[in-house]
């Protein structure tokens, strides 16, 4: 590109003041940024003064409510703190009761723990102590019985000496009689010789016809004694009656039988059954030998109170008393006599006989609670007693007496046979009980005690006492504890010629079965001999000649004594 001409010197200052005014306007624009910079200093600073008081007032504000959240903050951890420690206090003071209280509980479990074992070291010592005292009460009274019987015997053999002394006087009596008269004939002996002596036959001695047996019941004792001859002979006769029933399969009472129908046999022998009559009650025709008879059926109730020795026995008692009520109101007959007695240690006697419904229903309930039997009242032989109603009681012995005598059930079933000779009659003693006496611990088995069974049976036997033994627990037999005890109750009723029931829905079942086998029985008579001043007991047994028939007796009685 081409130029224009310019002079040198004119360029240089056109240049000079191009610079000059290059550098002027830089100078300005420079002034101008500084005075711009300077002023956003100043106003900045003027700006910045109330901010930064702000900003110191804010901070002073944060800063105080810092501290005062601070403090607040320290506070509520201090309330924190103090709570805690309150809860942490309680928890211990929670965890220290349960404490307390549970060493109390322990304390008390062993303080009653030892009260437990101290009273079964007590009763165990206590029962030990009776035991030995039991046994030697047994053996004292078994010496005692040992020495009365060997007296027994020697005035037994003192009395058959004097016997034999007086029939040995009577007889050289007889044969120094006879001497005499001898001698004083020899002087007519040839006179004598041509007549011929006269000779008295013998008499053949003479007894009375037997009554029927309605009417020895009515008046006389179950036995009769005699003696055959009146001079020395000992052979002695006795009239034995047995109460007899006779049933078929079905359990039907059997009517219609004669002395021919009855097999007795006594000490494998033999007997002649001289009567044989039949008593039944007012819903049964009674026939037989006797003709028809209505006589009164007699139940003892016996209640044998175990619930001390088994507690859970109480609610099978009182199941048995309220049963055996509801039989009493709803199917006793009108002539049916009723006796309720107990047992817990000693016999209790709760009512003697009697047809007064309202009155056997109360003794019942008394029995089946085991509660203390009534004070004895008057004697029944009294006016003001009803005379058709016979007395066991008479012939029992009272308060201490009475305990001393029952202090073993089977000393108290003894002494009610005893009491029951002189009722004539079949009488029923329903046994409420689980059973009685010791089971082997060996071997697990009963077995009866030497020491009273037998005498016991003899008793009830001779005293014409049917046991019916009723199992107190019923269904409930599997207990271990009574397994084999209840043989006791088995072998009593077999003996004396009951039934032993052990199986029932409710006790109603057997009382109904034992009322039903006994609406009639066979009164047999026969005779038996035996030395005179001997006694004993004889066993009996008695069959029918119909296979069929089913016949319960007892199984033997007592002689001599008397």
Same mark, same amino acid.
């Given at each position: 590109?081409?130029?224009?001409?310019?002079?040198?010197?004119?360029?240089?200052?056109?240049?000079?003041?191009?610079?000059?005014?290059?550098?002027?306007?830089?100078?300005?624009?420079?002034?101008?940024?500084?005075?711009?910079?300077?002023?956003?200093?100043?106003?900045?600073?003027?700006?910045?003064?109330?901010?930064? =008081?702000?900003?110191?007032?804010?901070?002073?504000?944060?800063?105080?409510?810092?501290?005062? #959240?601070?403090?607040?903050?320290?506070?509520?951890?201090?309330?924190?703190?103090?709570?805690?420690?309150? $809860?942490?206090?309680?928890?211990?003071?929670?965890?220290?009761?349960?404490?307390? /209280?549970?060493?109390?509980?322990?304390?008390?479990?062993?303080?009653?723990?030892?009260?437990?074992? #101290?009273?079964?070291?007590?009763?165990?010592?206590?029962?030990?102590?009776?035991?030995?005292?039991?046994?030697?009460?047994?053996? @004292?009274?078994?010496?005692?019985?040992?020495?009365?019987?060997?007296?027994?015997?020697?005035?037994?053999?003192?009395?058959?000496?004097?016997?034999? =002394?007086?029939?040995?006087?009577?007889? @050289? &009596?007889?044969?120094?009689? &006879?001497?005499? #008269?001898?001698?004083?004939?020899?002087?007519?002996?040839?006179?004598?010789?041509?007549?011929?002596?006269?000779?008295?036959?013998?008499?053949?001695?003479?007894?009375?016809?037997?009554?029927?047996?309605?009417?020895?019941?009515?008046?006389?004792?179950?036995? !009769?004694?005699?003696?055959?001859?009146? %001079?020395?002979?000992?052979?002695?006769?006795?009239?034995?009656? +047995?109460?007899?029933?006779?049933?078929?399969?079905?359990?039907?009472?059997?009517?219609?039988?004669?002395?021919?129908?009855?097999?007795?046999?006594?000490?494998?022998?033999?007997?002649?059954?001289?009567?044989?009559?039949?008593?039944?009650?007012?819903? +049964?025709? #009674?026939?037989?030998?006797?003709?028809?008879?209505?006589?009164?059926?007699?139940? /003892?109730?016996?209640?044998?109170?175990?619930?001390?020795?088994?507690?859970?026995?109480?609610?099978?008692?009182?199941? =048995?008393? *309220?049963?055996?009520? $509801?039989?009493?109101?709803?199917?006793?007959?009108?002539?049916?006599?009723?006796?309720?007695?107990?047992?817990?240690?000693?016999?209790?006697?709760?009512?003697?006989?009697?047809?007064? *419904?309202?009155?056997?229903?109360?003794?019942?309930?008394?029995?089946?609670?085991?509660?203390?039997?009534?004070?004895?009242?008057?004697?029944?032989?009294?006016?003001?007693?009803?005379?058709?109603?016979?007395?066991?009681?008479?012939?029992?012995?009272?308060?201490?007496?009475?305990?001393?005598?029952? !202090?073993?059930?089977?000393?108290?079933?003894?002494?009610?046979?005893?009491?029951?000779?002189? /009722?004539?009659? !079949?009488?029923?003693?329903?046994?409420?009980?689980?059973?009685?006496?010791?089971?082997?611990?060996? %071997?697990?088995?009963?077995?009866?005690?030497?020491?009273?069974?037998?005498?016991?049976?003899?008793?009830?036997?001779?005293?014409?006492?049917?046991?019916?033994?009723?199992?107190?627990?019923?269904?409930?037999?599997? !207990?271990?504890?009574? @397994?084999?005890?209840?043989?006791?109750?088995?072998?009593?009723?077999?003996?004396?010629?009951?039934?032993?029931?052990?199986?029932?829905?409710?006790?109603?079942?057997?009382?109904?079965?034992? &009322?039903?086998?006994?609406?009639?029985?066979?009164?047999?008579?026969?005779?038996?001999?035996?030395?005179?001043?001997?006694?004993?007991?004889?066993?009996?047994?008695?069959?029918?000649?119909?296979?069929?028939?089913?016949?319960?007796?007892?199984?033997?009685?007592?002689?001599?004594?008397?």
């Amino acid at each position: 590109m081409r130029t224009a001409n310019v002079p040198r010197p004119l360029f240089t200052l056109l240049v000079t003041l191009l610079v000059a005014a290059l550098i002027l306007l830089l100078g300005s624009v420079a002034g101008a940024q500084e005075n711009k910079q300077r002023g956003k200093v100043v106003k900045a600073t003027i700006v910045e003064e109330p901010v930064e =008081a702000e900003d110191e007032a804010s901070e002073e504000s944060e800063e105080s409510s810092d501290a005062e #959240a601070a403090e607040e903050s320290a506070r509520g951890e201090e309330d924190a703190d103090r709570e805690t420690d309150a $809860r942490a206090r309680a928890r211990a003071e929670r965890k220290a009761e349960k404490e307390r /209280i549970a060493a109390g509980k322990k304390a008390d479990r062993e303080a009653e723990k030892a009260n437990r074992e #101290a009273e079964k070291e007590a009763r165990q010592e206590a029962e030990e102590r009776e035991r030995v005292a039991a046994r030697d009460r047994r053996e @004292a009274e078994a010496a005692a019985e040992a020495r009365e019987r060997e007296t027994a015997r020697r005035e037994a053999e003192e009395a058959d000496a004097a016997r034999r =002394a007086e029939a040995s006087a009577a007889a @050289a &009596a007889v044969e120094s009689e &006879a001497s005499e #008269a001898t001698t004083a004939t020899e002087a007519s002996a040839a006179t004598a010789a041509d007549a011929e002596p006269e000779v008295a036959a013998p008499r053949a001695a003479s007894t009375p016809a037997p009554r029927t047996a309605p009417d020895r019941a009515a008046d006389l004792p179950p036995v !009769r004694e005699a003696p055959r001859d009146q %001079f020395g002979e000992r052979l002695l006769v006795r009239e034995v009656l +047995l109460d007899v029933l006779v049933t078929d399969r079905q359990g039907n009472v059997v009517t219609g039988l004669g002395p021919e129908d009855f097999v007795v046999t006594e000490r494998g022998q033999q007997r002649e059954v001289t009567s044989a009559s039949f008593y039944g009650g007012p819903e +049964l025709a #009674a026939t037989g030998q006797g003709g028809e008879v209505r006589t009164d059926r007699y139940f /003892i109730l016996f209640f044998h109170d175990q619930k001390q020795a088994a507690p859970f026995l109480t609610a099978a008692q009182l199941d =048995a008393g *309220r049963w055996t009520k $509801r039989w009493i109101e709803e199917e006793m007959l009108p002539n049916d006599q009723v006796a309720v007695m107990g047992y817990d240690t000693r016999l209790k006697v709760y009512l003697d006989f009697t047809r007064d *419904r309202d009155e056997i229903v109360e003794a019942v309930t008394n029995a089946s609670l085991g509660r203390k039997e009534p004070d004895r009242w008057t004697s029944r032989s009294e006016p003001e007693f009803d005379g058709d109603s016979p007395s066991i009681l008479v012939n029992m012995p009272t308060g201490k007496t009475l305990a001393r005598q029952t !202090r073993k059930l089977q000393e108290a079933l003894e002494l009610i046979g005893q009491a029951a000779e002189g /009722i004539v009659g !079949r009488k029923n003693l329903l046994l409420f009980s689980v059973g009685y006496g010791d089971v082997d611990t060996q %071997f697990g088995l009963w077995t009866p005690d030497p020491r009273y069974y037998p005498d016991m049976m003899e008793s009830l036997n001779t005293g014409n006492v049917a046991v019916y033994a009723i199992d107190t627990m019923g269904s409930e037999r599997g !207990r271990p504890a009574f @397994a084999t005890i209840n043989d006791s109750l088995s072998s009593i009723a077999n003996d004396t010629g009951g039934h032993y029931y052990s199986t029932f829905v409710n006790p109603i079942s057997p009382l109904r079965q034992i &009322a039903e086998e006994n609406r009639g029985y066979y009164l047999l008579s026969y005779r038996s001999e035996y030395d005179a001043g001997t006694q004993g007991y004889r066993e009996v047994e008695v069959e029918t000649r119909n296979p069929e028939y089913e016949v319960r007796a007892r199984k033997g009685y007592r002689y001599g004594g008397t």
